[in-house]
């Protein structure tokens, strides 16, 4: 990986819910925080799925490199209406922060949009560059009946598109079978691009 980030690390995690329902208003709320806010290259930016009785929708959270950028991040989005959430402190209308929070904190779940790494990861790369250039650390065949790691030289069609998740406290990119024996993300872009607006 050609990004400094430590995955075993602990990093603050900042929670953010800004009233989003789809998967598609969270990626985009991720990339304008992003700007917005300049977040660093190092941070890791997820969407929650929140289903309480109070809220069903999608949350974000932002995995920050040190206390500092989480602290600068902190102030600006306090100057906002969003709820957020950061170790104790809350802002607004914060339940779906806290939960989101919690989840990245624990790399329990949560699905990333941004990510060390993640801008290389266009068009065709092997599955060993995959984990190479970005931090994801661990890649999965659907159904695979043998668990056995796909072979790094597989090439992995990216489709500019690329959604690993938290799980079991590994940033997993799920994959299934293209042709030619080869592989493409299981999530597959949205047919309208939902950023053409952002770089």
């Known amino acids: 990986m050609t ?5 075993s690390g602990v990093h603050p995690v900042i929670g ?4 989003t329902t789809t998967l ?3 990626d985009h709320l991720i990339h304008d925080l992003a700007t917005t806010l300049a977040l660093p290259p190092e941070t890791v930016a997820c969407t ?3 289903r309480t009785e109070t809220r069903r929708g999608t949350a974000v959270s932002l995995e920050l490199p040190d206390g500092e950028a989480a602290e600068k991040a902190w102030q600006q989005l306090t100057a906002t209406e969003m709820g957020a959430a950061l170790d104790d402190r809350r802002h607004g209308p914060s339940a779906a922060a806290v939960l989101a929070a919690a989840e990245h904190t624990a790399h329990r779940s949560g699905r990333a949009v941004l990510f060390p790494g993640s801008d290389q990861l266009t068009g065709t790369v092997t ?12 890649v999965i065949v659907v159904g695979a009946t043998s668990g056995e790691a796909p072979d ?3 090439p992995v069609h990216t489709q500019d ?3 690993p998740e938290w799980r079991e406290g590994h940033l997993t990119l799920a994959l299934v079978p293209a042709a030619s024996n080869t592989l493409a993300p299981f999530e597959v ?5 939902c950023c053409a607006d952002h770089p």
Do not use: M
């Open 3 to 7: 990004t400094p980030y430590d995955p």
């Open 16 to 19: 953010v819910d800004a009233g």
């Open 24 to 26: 598609r208003e969270a």
């Open 48 to 50: 929650h799925l929140i």
């Open 127 to 138: 599955v060993a560059d995959l984990l190479q250039l970005s931090a994801v650390d661990r």
């Open 152 to 154: 790094p030289v597989t």
């Open 161 to 163: 598109h690329v959604r």
């Open 189 to 193: 872009p949205n047919p309208t691009p």
